[in-house]
């Protein structure tokens, strides 16, 4: 069964952001643009809701690629047993993105996979012929409004943006960046479905054609 697509865009800007590569290992380096599960977290920032899936299409670059060396004191539950009880922190190493801005497209359709929803998500899908719909038009109210269910972040939770909402009209498309191809890119990690156990899944073979990248069509 094929479903409505309902289409979402926004824009989101900030000084720093890093779309951490897996196989960057401990000194995470950042892909050129975000992930599509990046870009679900941004949309699902803005407005949270399980009966519906937003399945991203595309990302436009509108700010120069620049990579800048970035250090933090990493002090998480990762670090070495003996640095938890020494309440030691260690330096962690990243290479990230400076001065970025980005146009996020996306399509909203209802979630198929309901039988992990919590009763909330089951009261909502009973009320409603058009859930995709319901949330495309609460969405659009809430960008334009400035609102979020929880803060936009750039990769990181430390990078939040200077700037999200509606496309502004003087933003531009970095039109120059071309024919860049990412060999190998996070999807997702949880595509089951809500609630669902930690699977990584990749995309091959992505490329950049004047500043904007497409993801692989999903089949719904």
Request: glycine share 6%.
């Amino acid at each position: 069964m094929k479903h409505f697509r309902y289409p979402i865009t926004m824009e989101i800007a900030g000084a720093t952001a890093l779309w951490t590569r897996p196989d960057s290992g401990d000194a995470p380096v950042s892909y050129v643009a975000p992930t599509p599960s990046a870009v679900r977290g941004i949309f699902e920032s803005i407005l949270w809701g399980p009966d519906i899936r937003i399945v991203p299409t595309a990302v436009e670059i509108c700010a120069p690629l620049r990579y800048h060396s970035y250090v933090t004191n990493y002090g998480g539950p990762l670090r070495a047993g003996k640095s938890i009880q020494k309440g030691n922190n260690y330096q962690l190493y990243a290479t990230v993105l400076l001065d970025v801005c980005y146009r996020l497209y996306a399509d909203v359709i209802p979630n198929s996979r309901k039988e992990n929803l919590p009763e909330k998500a089951l009261e909502w899908d009973r009320k409603t012929t058009s859930p995709g719909h319901a949330y495309q038009d609460i969405f659009n109210r809430r960008l334009k409004r400035g609102q979020s269910f929880s803060i936009p972040v750039l990769g990181w939770r430390e990078f939040t943006p200077l700037y999200f909402g509606p496309f502004r009209s003087q933003t531009e498309v970095c039109r120059e960046l071309s024919d860049i191809t990412i060999p190998s890119m996070l999807k997702e990690v949880f595509p089951d479905g809500y609630n669902s156990a930690f699977r990584a899944v990749y995309s091959q073979s992505l490329r950049i054609h004047e500043g904007r990248l497409n993801f692989p069509r999903e089949e719904v």
